[in-house]
């Protein structure tokens, strides 16, 4: 089993930054990808950036310019930096890895953007 465990959520300005971390525990070998999804009430869970092991990176529309995801292997870690961020971010963003068939999920963190 693999336990991802999401922080660095919060309250914060229009226009403000956070960064979310998400550290991955328990049976973790090989190689696997990783990635931050968000839901917003009322709405669909969404992609909203992946890297692979490799460190290849992957972005929705709505993230590009303003979100940077990276990952540390060593520490089993991945994080997602948040700039300008606006209302529409408001949501609960999780964390995903992949491994093979496997999808491991976390509870989410809330991320309010709100003046």
């Known amino acids: 089993q693999v336990q991802l465990v999401e922080s660095g959520g919060g309250l914060v300005q229009p226009g403000g930054s956070l960064r979310l971390s998400c550290v991955a525990s328990g049976s973790l070998f090989g190689t696997y990808n990783m990635g931050w999804y968000r839901q917003a009430p009322g709405k669909q869970r969404e992609l909203v950036a992946q890297?692979?092991?490799?460190?290849?990176?992957n972005y929705a529309d709505s993230s590009k310019g303003r979100f940077a995801i990276s990952r540390s292997n060593g520490k089993n870690t991945v994080s997602l930096q948040m700039n300008n961020l606006q209302p529409e971010d408001t949501a609960v963003y999780y964390c995903?890895?992949?491994?093979?068939?496997?999808?491991?999920w976390g509870r989410g963190t809330q991320v309010t953007v709100s003046s």
């Open positions: 995903k890895l992949v491994r093979g068939d496997y999808a491991y």
């Open positions: 890297i692979t092991y490799a460190g290849s990176r």
